[in-house]
């Protein structure tokens, strides 16, 4: 892939700035973070470790990467 566009003279496109690194990789700790606290959270209740840790880890990511999809939608 190049990073030039037909139409802008052949001037090369910036490229992904840092910030949406930062962004891609906060998203994906957050949502496994999320998910890891709220199954064992209803592995303490339930007494079912670690159950819905392992389904709550997969969950978060899932969600991780549905929200970076949309983000760069």
Known sequence: MSPES?????KKQPQRSAASAESVA?????GVA????F?????WVFDTFPLFVV???FV???LALYAIYLETK
């Open 26 to 30: 906060f998203l994906l700790l957050a």
């Open 6 to 10: 037909p139409g802008n003279g052949g």
């Open 39 to 43: 199954g064992a959270g209803v592995d």
């Open 55 to 57: 389904i709550g880890v």
């Open 60 to 62: 978060g990511f899932g």
């Open 34 to 37: 999320v998910g890891l606290g």
